[in-house]
């Protein structure tokens, strides 16, 4: 189907081909008689010239061995043939050096002796060769050299002066083995062999060996590259093709020398005609005869015309001249005294032609142009204009046609665009309305959206043109109907209502999101195309507009939650008020800082808006868990707390026994008589008694470590003894029943110590343990945490000598297993892909960058930056909150100066609390959260060095 679209000629082809056709019949007619005459002088004349070129070579050839063959003769009288030791024979190096200077085309000299001796001097000419060998900087000349003693090389430079011997005893070469020196000895003539490729040096040449003295031979090899030089000099022009070949094919002589080389793995060798892309001389050297006639051929569909010349033979070996040129260059002169004589006859052809051809141009041109354009939008491009100028109207008004259809499809990609990617309205909205409005070219487009709550219509969007009046902010709007929406914006409109497209923004719910109103441009009225094209691109936008309010609904619904569920656990302590909410603040300033930073360990750390989101969320929520855990456990502030102070308790025992003394006293006065000693005896009792009272009391209140000393006295204190004379089983609760001994049958009145740990003070977990402890089989997520051994453990000796705090071993781990609470109940909500690290993010702010925190002893490596944010939050906020019955509020110096120690001590990242002072955000937190006096000054650089050291 394509290629029947794109078949036929373009206009400006069938002018201009119209013109030419009726030129060139004429000049055709007048240049064949004058080719045909002119034809045969050419071909004349180039056979002669071969006949030439191939003396011209003969005479190169000839140049080139005579005095090689006058220096081999020469060095047959040197001493050098009658040495025997290689000392002797370098004192003939100059020599041997002289010769190879005197005649560059020598490449190397060589002696083979009787005794299988031998003696090689090449110039180092190629640094390739230079490089094969590993020669020495500075090394020129090379002496290969063996004999019975040694096998060597010796390296020297252009003066002869030695810069390397180096033994090579695996070079292995015996002269006698060669052709050249069998060859030698056997005639009294210098032998001459065919010319080959040097595999040292890669050139073309020759070898020329002679016999000496005593059974030694002299030998020489010789470039002859210097005739494929010649042979390029002699070509008439660039279209003629020469070779010198020999009779099996191999080029000896070519004009590109270097292409002449072939390499055969460890060999190289010259090439044939058909490697070197000279078919047509292949075809020359089997037709033509050798007697140097000039044939004409026809190879690869073109006219040939060439010549075979035999040349000068070496040592037997034939070598041939093949010249070929393509029968339109040799004739091209022909043509050219054609188009002379026609020369005028051709140039009014051409004044003709170029008339057509501007002619055609002007005319085809803009046809071009929108071609090129509309085939642009075939390949979904709409970035450019179409536009097009042309003296013809038709191709005007096709061109203003398609660029406004390519700038409505521009402004519909982008609406569909924004409809899917942006997600806020603000944005979303006015970009809609901006495009739409100059996709179909009107003056104003408005839209509004519908509030239920105030039965209104806010103006959300007004994109207008300069001039134009704006419209009212919000109309009335007592119903939600479509009708009643377009109507409320009809009667604003007023008498111009019928200039605007109102359309309703009707998507999936029952009634309209809103109303879009566009104000066409003037003239232009709407019609059912219009209309329809509107109405779909707006339920297109009302859709996009509920589903961004039903998740902006369900966003602000998650917030909600969670801003309640972290209030109710605020409200469920009045001593943990706040701390859900400043946490959260307090992470997201550091979060900022180091996203701001541009320099140091957070350089490269960014949060996208998701990751943000994510991570507010986690801020709300990092305790949540602690809903679960018991309000007496959280704020308890005294040794004897369990949902109340037990010291009363206690105190009234201390009473009783205050009585007892009164009591012994009175019954010793009446029974003795004695009443000064019992009253003293009773004054130090009663004295005892208070202050082992105030002792306990003391120590209730857990704001210091115990030393042993401490509870030997509670124990002592405690082991006082008292009378109960009441039952202690009425009225007690059934599950407090459970947990009294059954053989607590003992008779009244029975006597207690003053404090004791009763086996009903004692709960083991009864088959319920958390599962937090590493191997058990319903731990999955990970929990490394040591479970005590009971529940709880309410004992007045075992409560009051805990060494530090007021927190039993049960208790710390009930307060610790908050986190694994949060956890469970975040991993536990369906949370989409964004979310997925809201547990992780919250639940890992206990963790310590040495791995020693809880609950799943995570390391360093383990924690990304926002838990390690969040763990830096929550340890400011508890070090510096007020509202701690356990604890009072330091100042922040001594805040920091803990967290230091933290820092240092691995339990914080180092380089988050050098941002968290450097950035200041101490400070400002400080300064809404903190009391005046808990600000003192901060020593900055006192506190990074107390972290490093």
């Known amino acids: 189907m394509n290629r029947t679209l794109n078949a036929g000629m373009r206009l400006r082809w069938i002018i201009s081909l119209s013109v030419m056709a009726g030129t060139l019949l004429l000049s055709a007619i007048l240049i064949s008689s004058a080719y045909f005459s002119h034809r045969e002088v050419l071909v004349q004349a180039s056979e002669q010239m071969a006949h030439q070129m191939a003396g011209s070579l003969d005479s190169a050839s000839t140049r080139l061995l005579h005095p090689l063959k006058s220096s081999l003769r020469l060095l047959t009288h040197d001493p050098l043939l009658r040495t025997a030791t290689l000392e002797q024979r370098l004192q003939r190096l100059p020599v041997l050096a002289e010769t190879l200077d005197a005649n560059p085309m020598i490449s190397a000299v060589y002696v083979g002796y009787a005794d299988h001796d031998f003696l090689l001097l090449r110039k180092l000419r190629h640094p390739r060769f230079q490089q094969t060998l590993a020669a020495p900087v500075g090394s020129a000349w090379l002496l290969q050299s063996i004999n019975k003693a040694s096998r060597q090389w010796l390296f020297y430079s252009e003066t002869l002066q030695l810069l390397e011997a180096r033994d090579v005893p695996e070079y292995a070469f015996d002269p006698h083995q060669r052709d050249w020196y069998r060859q030698a ?100 050297q089997r037709l033509a005869p050798a007697g140097g006639e000039m044939v004409h051929y026809l190879f690869d569909e073109r006219d040939w015309y060439g010549i075979r010349m035999p040349l000068l033979a070496m040592n037997g070996e034939a070598l041939e001249l093949l010249v070929t040129v393509p029968s339109a260059e040799l004739l091209a002169g022909a043509r050219q005294q054609g188009i002379a004589m026609l020369y005028w006859s051709l140039l009014a052809a051409l004044v003709m032609l170029l008339l057509g051809w501007w002619g055609s141009v002007r005319l085809a041109r803009p046809l071009d142009q929108l071609a090129d354009q509309v085939g642009a939008l075939s390949r979904f491009d709409f970035r450019h204009r179409v536009s097009s100028r042309s003296m013809v109207y038709e191709v005007n008004m096709l061109a203003r046609v398609l660029d406004r259809m390519a700038s409505a499809i521009v402004h519909f990609q982008a609406i569909s665009h924004t409809l899917a990617r942006e997600r806020e309205l603000s944005q979303m909205l006015p970009t809609v309305a901006s495009h739409l409005k100059a996709s179909i070219e009107a003056r104003e487009c408005v839209i509004y959206l519908y509030d239920g709550d105030t039965h209104q219509l806010h103006l959300n969007t007004d994109v207008h043109t300069a001039g134009e009046q704006g419209v009212p902010q919000a109309l009335d709007c007592p119903q939600a109907s479509a009708t009643a929406q377009t109507d409320a914006v009809r009667t604003m409109l007023g008498e111009q209502a019928d200039e605007w497209l109102m359309t309703p923004l009707t998507g999936r719910e029952t009634h309209p999101a809103g109303v879009m109103a566009l104000r066409l441009a003037a003239g232009k009225w709407a019609d059912a195309t219009l209309d329809r094209f509107v109405a779909e691109l707006s339920g297109s936008a009302a859709v996009a507009i509920e589903t961004r309010q039903l998740v902006e609904a369900q966003k602000r619904l998650m917030e909600a939650i969670i801003r309640l569920l972290a209030d109710a656990i605020d409200a469920k302590s009045p001593h943990t008020s706040g701390h859900c909410e400043r946490v959260p603040e307090l992470a997201q300033m550091l979060a900022d800082a180091a996203v701001d930073s541009r320099q140091g360990p957070f350089a490269d750390f960014a949060m996208s808006r998701a990751e943000r989101y994510e991570f507010h969320l986690a801020a709300w929520l990092h305790d949540c868990g602690k809903i679960t855990t018991p309000e007496h456990v959280l704020d308890k502030a005294t040794k004897l707390d369990a949902l109340y102070n037990r010291i009363h308790e206690v105190r009234t025992r201390f009473e009783v026994l205050w009585r007892d003394a009164e009591i012994e006293y009175l019954q010793g006065v009446i029974e003795t008589g004695d009443e000064v000693l019992l009253r003293e005896r009773k004054r130090q009792r009663q004295q005892q008694l208070q202050q082992d009272f105030e ?137 989409p892909e964004n979310l997925k690290r809201v547990p992780d993010i919250a639940g890992n702010h206990h963790e310590r960058m040495d791995g020693g925190g809880y609950p799943r002893r995570l390391s360093a490596a383990d924690l990304g ?43 914080l990242d180092p380089e988050l609390f050098t941002l968290f002072l450097t950035s200041g955000i101490y400070l400002r937190y400080a300064e809404r959260y903190l009391s005046p006096a808990q600000i003192d000054p901060v020593d900055q650089r006192q506190l990074l060095t107390l972290m490093t050291n």
């Open 695 to 831: 002792y306990v009391a003391h120590i209730n209140m857990g704001g210091e470590s115990l030393s042993d000393e401490a509870v030997a006295e509670i124990r002592r204190i405690g082991a006082q003894e008292w009378w109960r004379h009441f039952d202690n089983r009425p009225g007690l609760s059934h599950e407090e029943l459970e947990r009294m001994p059954e053989d607590d049958t003992t008779t009244l009145p029975v006597k207690e110590t003053l404090l004791a740990d009763r086996p009903e003070h004692y709960q083991p977990w009864n088959g319920a343990r958390p599962p937090v402890e590493v191997g058990n089989p319903a731990n999955s997520w990970g929990f490394d945490m040591q479970l005590p051994e009971a529940e709880w453990n309410l004992g007045e000796l075992y409560n009051l000598t805990q060494r530090y705090g007021t927190l039993t071993p049960e208790e710390r781990f009930t307060i610790n297993n908050h986190i694994v609470q949060t956890i469970r109940m975040l991993n536990q909500l369906p949370w």
């Open 185 to 284: 000895l056997s005639s009294d003539e210098p032998v001459l062999t065919p010319p080959y490729l040097f595999f040292t040096t890669a050139e073309v040449g020759v070898t020329l060996s002679v016999a000496g003295p005593e059974r030694t031979v002299v030998g020489i090899d010789a470039s002859v590259q210097d005739i494929s030089v010649q042979l390029e000099s002699l070509k008439p022009d660039s279209h003629y093709r020469m070779a010198v070949v020999t009779p099996q094919g191999q080029v000896v002589a070519w004009p590109d020398v270097q292409n002449m080389i072939r390499t055969e793995a460890q060999s190289v060798r010259l090439a044939t005609l058909s490697e070197l892309d000279a078919p047509e001389l292949s075809e020359l």
């Open 865 to 907: 930056i926002p838990e390690r944010i969040m763990a830096l939050a929550d340890v400011f906020e508890a070090l510096t909150a007020a509202d701690r019955p356990y604890k009072t509020a330091k100042p922040l110096s001594e805040s920091l100066r803990i967290m230091a120690l933290m820092a240092r001590n691995g339990h």
